[in-house]
C-alpha cells in the first residue's frame, strides 16, 4: 500500500522560501510510470495544482506559479520536494502531495494522496 | 490563463439523480484533456472518482459514472446516497499542465 506523507515547516515569513518534503513508503519514486504530484487548498476555497516530478526527473508547472516553483526528488531518501519563492500571505493554504499512475494507456491522477500539510505566510 | 467551470452548488434529493458539469474557457471538453473527477468531503484530502472521462477506480461506486456532455465533462450520481454530500472536483489535462475547477458543492437533501 503506498503512502505519502507531507512534511515542513507550518509557518513561513513573508517574502522567503516555502520547503515542503513528500516522503513516499510503500513503492519507489524512481520507478515505473508515475508523476508525483503538489496541490495546495486555501483554506474554505478550491484545489490549484502547483506542478510534478516524473520518475525520470522530468518536470511540469502551473504556469501562474512557474517562475517560483521547484519541484525536485531525491532518490535515495524516496522523497519529492516542493519550493516555493518569494511567499506571500496567498500562498497560505493547505499542501497536499499525491501521486499519478501513468502505467496504463492514461494517466491515472492522485490515486494516493498525502494528509496535507498547513502551510501559513505570516510575519 | 485557462480557466475550469464547475456549477457552484447543487442539491439533490436522496436515491435521484444529479449531473455535475466541468467547462473549459478553450473550447469544448473532449476525451483528449482526460477528465478526471474528484469528491472532497470536510477536513478530508480529495478522493479520485473517474479518470480519463469515464474510468472508475476500484473503489469508486457504481453510482458514479463520468461522460461527455453537451462540449463539457460530466460526472453523475444515480441513486444519491446521504453520504455523497460532499464537494466535487474536476481536473482537465492542458498538454503537461493540470487544471482544476472551482469546484461543485453538492447538498443531499
Known amino acids: 500500500q503506498v503512502q505519502l506523507q507531507e512534511s515542513g515547516p507550518g509557518l513561513v515569513k513573508p517574502s522567503q522560501t516555502l520547503s515542503l518534503t513528500c516522503t513516499v513508503s510503500g513503492g519507489s519514486i524512481s520507478s515505473g510510470s508515475y508523476y508525483w504530484n503538489w496541490i495546495r487548498q486555501p483554506a474554505g476555497k478550491g484545489l490549484e495544482w502547483i506542478g510534478r516530478?516524473?520518475?525520470?526527473?522530468?518536470?511540469n508547472y502551473n504556469p501562474s506559479l512557474k517562475s517560483r516553483v521547484t519541484i525536485s526528488a531525491d532518490t535515495s531518501k524516496n522523497q519529492f520536494s516542493l519550493k516555493l519563492t518569494s511567499v506571500t500571505a496567498a500562498d497560505t493554504a493547505v499542501y497536499y502531495c499525491?501521486?499519478?499512475?501513468?502505467?496504463?494507456?492514461?494517466?491515472?491522477?492522485?490515486?494516493?494522496w498525502g494528509q496535507g500539510t498547513l502551510v501559513t505566510v505570516s510575519s | 490563463q485557462t480557466v475550469v467551470t464547475q456549477e457552484p452548488s447543487l442539491t439533490v434529493s436522496p436515491g435521484g439523480t444529479v449531473t455535475l458539469t466541468c467547462a473549459s474557457s478553450?473550447?469544448?471538453?473532449?476525451?483528449?484533456?482526460?477528465p478526471n473527477w474528484f469528491q472532497q468531503k470536510p477536513g478530508q484530502a480529495p478522493r479520485a472518482l473517474i479518470y480519463s472521462t469515464t474510468n472508475k477506480y476500484s473503489w469508486t461506486p457504481a453510482r458514479f459514472s463520468g461522460s461527455l456532455l453537451g462540449g463539457k465533462a460530466a460526472l453523475t450520481l444515480s441513486g444519491v446516497q446521504p453520504e455523497d454530500e460532499a464537494e466535487y472536483y474536476c481536473?482537465?489535462?492542458?498538454?503537461?499542465?493540470?487544471?482544476f475547477g472551482g469546484g461543485t458543492k453538492l447538498t443531499v437533501l
Open positions: 478553450t473550447g469544448a471538453v473532449t476525451s483528449g484533456y482526460y
Open positions: 499525491a501521486r499519478e499512475d501513468c502505467t496504463g494507456s492514461t494517466c491515472s491522477p492522485g490515486d494516493y
Open positions: 516530478i516524473y520518475t525520470s526527473g522530468s518536470t
Open positions: 481536473l482537465v489535462y492542458y498538454g503537461g499542465a493540470q487544471v
